[in-house]
């Protein structure tokens, strides 16, 4: 199946910036979309509003870091839809910090959430692929994932970490299945709020006040590997303010 009209498309961390508005363009643009995250009130007033745009939607309180709840909203959609189509192994946290903090906790949740979450995904979807013999998945890494700067060296690993599984999972997936990895930079989205280090939240909410660009133009990229043709393969899109070093 080409184009996204008509596709089950499962997305992780929908709550939220990126991963709601990924959610909102494909439901616009005629998908099934299943939604996932920890959140059930914002799931369900985005629900509510895509159901009110005349789009079908589906939602499931989801931690990640939760092997069984990955393969509970997998296993939702295709009993709802009977299938599919495409998995948007998007939920992410970025507590970042220097070193020296030794803020282990956030290190250990960037892990858990950021590299074991997009693993229990291809866990629970690959199975289905498999059986169904089509299937796509879409992995949000980040421009961390290409360059390593000063306090983000966890994050940055566990976005490399993304692009590794993703590309090594898309080198064994053969003909029939696709591995997508869009790597956004700044984007305007909630993620400084879950950074713990009051003096790294500060510079990051400037910078991204100043130059980060809207959720939406990510959700376009990822429209645009899942509307390729099923032969057609987009490995990965890097996608960034222009006004980003
Ligand atoms: N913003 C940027 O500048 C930027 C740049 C590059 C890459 N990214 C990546 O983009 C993705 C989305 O982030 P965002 O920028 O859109 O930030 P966001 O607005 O904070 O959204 C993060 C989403 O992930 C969900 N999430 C967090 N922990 C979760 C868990 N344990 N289980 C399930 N869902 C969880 C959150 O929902 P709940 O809290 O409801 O669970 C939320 O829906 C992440 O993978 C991030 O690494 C962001």
New binding site residues.
Partial sequence: MSGIEGKVVVV??????????TALLLAERGAKVVL????PD??AALAERITRAGGEVAHAS????RRE?VTALVDSACERYGRIDVLVN?????PISPFDALRVQDWE?MV???IK?VLYGIAAALPVFRRQGFGHFVN?????GHRIVPNQAV?AG??HA?RAISEGLRQEAGDRLRVTIV?????????A??VTDPETKARLTES?DSI?MP?EA?ARAIAFAIEQPADIDTGEIVIRPTAQA
């Fill in positions: 992780t961390g929908a709550s939220s910036g990126i991963g709601e508005a996932g995250a920890r959140r914002r799931l989801t931690d990640v870091r709840d998007n939920a992410g946290v970025m949740d858990d959430v950021n979450g949000t890494a980040s421009t961390a994050y566990t976005k993304v790597s956004p930079g700044m984007t305007r989205t909630n993620f709020d879950g991204g980060a959720p990510v």
